[in-house]
């Protein structure tokens, strides 16, 4: 059940999308996000949505595994929508109703927005690993490193955070099992209860995460990890023309979108 | 009475997503009351899968579990009271050990059970005895303990629950030989004085060879066979093929069968090879 978590979880594969380069993906992404802002018509709702399903059919991402990252946050759609619904002036539905024609509106373009963010930033966890990721960010941020802000420490500890959640949740699904075997419930109870449930899963836990951690320190000094100072990659990150086209796309459609919103189309 | 069939069980891991998985399929077994059977298999072959679904923590996605006739996954009840009756224990157990102290790390079981204090206390006793865990650490936090007795601990944990049907995955895993014939030793005290069934899944096949009445060999999600040790063990072609070795014995009586030594074909532990030398010896002597 823990396994159901798909937020920000990479599905291999072998298409374009797969194939450019994290930095490109990472600038696409702040561009779709830009460009999904200025959308405040029909008609520029309905180009950020071609370009996300088209997005979406080059990576040949399933739309059910879409819907399942979107799943997590239909508590805070439905809010939305009820809330722009009955909190919108404007011409009455019906004669006496509170719901408005304007309202409807602004919810349908409200709860498309949220799925169009989380779908598009989601494009970029599906496409690209972990470690490419945060090889990018670093890559983007190098010229940060002037400043003194370090770079190199904090993306370092976010491919291992990153490395490590997956282990964590097969760690806890084991302790889970195992303490489920001894006849613990997690499922029934009251709220106190509940949490009292949950030490079973967190000592041990906590115990192994903090081994791990020992143990990962040990075997990083023993093969002379020393920080990011003249520190090289195995497989060095190039653009291609690929990546170049891409960004001509990206730069495009962010045109084509601050154009519509100076209409207000 | 506690007998499991298992009637075409299926499970898939991550179904319906790129990492969708066959971990086992079409598996129908009967396990006997009181049996003493082995499951061994390669790295992967589905082992682990397999026993969870014994005790419902997995829900099998086609076929069905039966605990003395009935389908243990027939509603919510049924799969929680099917934990007392088969205890699992894990592979590594000792990391699931949590409580302050060691008594009540070996209570959790019987008191999640919701039974009296006494007879809580007399369960953990007894089970401490049985794994050979000394009244002396009760007192003592588990976290601070040799691996071999933290495994001591775990076991007796799931002891303490009296199950009538015990299974082990690889519960020798990592210990030293003198700790690993004691584990196994506890074991059979155990099966012995409650007459549970028990199924241990393991890598040696030297100690399978020693204690099972029963071999149930999964290769690759399947049964490959399933038999006596000697049924099995004579298969020696077959094991090797499915990426297993045969226990030294066996290894040792094939070799000198190549070199005309007249030995039989069910031999596979160390007294049965010694027993057929000493016949060979004399056979030759008259
Ligand atoms: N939680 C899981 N999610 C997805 N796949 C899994 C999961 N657990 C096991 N698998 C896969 O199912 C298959 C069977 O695994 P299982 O753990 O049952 O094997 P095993 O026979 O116990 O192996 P071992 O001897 O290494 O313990 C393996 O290919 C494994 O990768
Ligand atoms: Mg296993």
Redesign the pocket.
């Known amino acids: 059940m823990l ?1 159901d978590i798909t937020l920000g979880q990479y599905f291999p594969g072998n298409t374009v999308a797969h194939k450019l380069d994290p930095r490109t993906k990472i600038i696409l992404v702040i561009v779709y996000i830009v460009a999904l802002f200025q959308a405040n018509g029909w008609i520029g709702y309905a180009v950020v949505t071609a370009v996300t399903a088209a997005c979406m059919a080059l990576s040949k991402i399933k739309p059910s595994n879409m819907f399942k990252g979107i799943r997590p946050m239909l508590v805070i759609i439905v809010l939305t929508a009820a809330l722009n619904i009955f909190y919108t002036q404007g011409t009455p539905v019906r004669p006496g109703w509170i719901i408005t024609w304007e309202g409807i509106a602004r919810a349908v373009q409200m709860v498309l927005r949220i799925v169009l963010l989380i779908s598009g930033t989601f494009l970029l966890t599906y496409t690209t690993s972990p470690i490419a990721l945060t090889d990018g960010l670093e890559l983007l941020m190098n010229p940060l490193k002037k400043l003194k802000v370090p770079v190199h420490e904090m993306t370092i500890m976010m491919s291992m955070a990153l490395r490590f959640i997956p282990t964590l949740i ?1 760690e806890t ?1 084991k302790i889970m099992s195992a303490q489920k075997a001894r006849g613990a419930d997690f499922e029934t109870g009251s709220l106190v209860q509940r949490a009292k449930a949950l030490l079973p899963i967190l000592v041990p836990l906590f115990v192994s995460a903090f081994k791990r951690a020992d143990e990962l320190a040990v075997a990083m000094e023993s093969r002379c990890y020393h920080g990011g100072e003249g520190r090289t990659r195995m497989k060095q990150l190039r653009m291609q023309t690929r990546d170049y086209i891409a960004l001509a796309l990206g730069a495009v459609f962010l045109a084509v979108m601050f154009v519509l919103k100076r209409y207000a189309l | 009475m506690a007998e499991i069939i298992t009637d075409k069980l299926c499970h898939v ?2 179904k319906d997503t790129p ?1 969708e ?1 066959t ?2 399929r079409d598996i129908s077994l009967t396990i006997p009351q009181g049996q003493l059977a082995a499951l061994i ?10 026993i969870q679904h014994l005790n419902a923590l997995l829900q099998p996605t086609t076929g069905r579990v039966l605990l003395d006739g009935e389908d243990i996954n027939r509603d919510k009840y049924a799969r929680r009271d099917v934990k007392w009756k088969v205890g699992l224990v894990f ?1 590594y157990p000792e990391y699931q050990l949590f409580e302050e102290t060691v008594y009540r790390d070996i209570a959790f079981g019987p008191s999640n059970m919701k039974l009296s204090k006494d007879e809580i206390d007399e369960r953990v006793r007894e089970a401490a005895a049985f794994t050979g865990v000394d009244e002396a650490l009760f007192e003592r936090s588990p976290l601070e303990l040799s691996g071999g007795q933290k495994r001591r601990i775990a076991i007796a944990g799931v002891i303490a629950m009296r199950p009538e049907v015990l299974i082990l ?2 519960p020798t895993a990592g210990l030293d030989p003198a700790g690993r014939t004691q584990i196994l030793d506890n074991i059979f005290r155990y099966r012995e004085k409650s007459g549970a069934t028990v199924l241990i ?1 393991s ?1 040696s096949m030297d100690d399978v060879a020693r204690f099972a009445e029963r071999i149930i060999v ?1 290769d690759d ?1 399947g049964i490959a066979m399933d038999g006596t040790p000697d049924e099995v063990f004579s298969r020696s072609q077959k094991l090797v093929e499915i990426g297993l070795n045969v226990p030294k014995a066996a290894e040792l009586a094939l070799a000198l069968r190549r070199r005309n030594i007249p030995l039989p074909e069910s031999v596979f532990t160390h007294e049965q090879l010694l027993d057929a030398l000493l016949k060979a010896r004399e056979g030759k002597a008259c």
């Open positions: 396994k097969s699904d | 891991y991550s990492f998985k971990a086992i298999g390669h790295t992967g072959s589905g082992k682990s899968t397999f592979q995955d690889e899944v890598h999964f999600g």
